[in-house]
């Protein structure tokens, strides 16, 4: 099968400047736009679940109508305090912020710190399967 360039150019407009330039903003802005994108689809699913209207929504936010409309096209280059105000009205995070330097690390004891001498020769410890190696913390270790 032969491919026809000559019906292709005859099909085929080509693009206009205006189509190229909005392509391009596209391309250099991908990353806000899907955010962007994202909280538009938050504030679709919030309305519908919340059974609100975008006007009800606006005077939440203290915005107009107009606005909410365009923030749920998912266009928008949303500012901190937009961001702030969403989540004010809805009463959820829809954006979150990484802690590095926030420990998450939970330690439980099981009720007990220390374990009698003869813990480890129990035939209930045996059952376990753990070794006379085995290293069991206690409240000491953990304190600076």
């Not at 979150?96 to 003869?118: E, H, Q, R, W």
């Amino acid at each position: 099968m032969t491919f026809n360039t000559e019906k292709l150019a005859s099909i085929a407009k080509p693009r206009s400047e205006k189509e190229i330039e909005r392509a391009r903003f596209r391309r250099e802005n991908r990353n806000w736009l899907r955010m962007s994108q994202e909280i538009a689809l938050c504030l679709h699913y919030y309305l519908r679940k919340a059974g609100l209207t975008q006007k009800e929504l606006a005077d939440k936010m203290g915005v107009s109508a107009v606005y909410v409309g365009k923030l749920l096209k998912g266009g928008e280059n949303l500012t901190l305090e937009t961001i702030c105000k969403i989540q004010k009205a809805i009463s959820k995070n829809i954006v979150t912020i990484a802690k590095p330097y926030v420990c998450n690390m939970v330690i439980s004891f099981l009720g007990c710190s220390k374990f009698s001498p003869d813990a480890t020769t129990s035939e209930r410890f045996s059952n376990n399967q753990l070794s006379q190696d085995t290293y069991i913390p206690t409240m000491t270790d953990f304190v600076a």
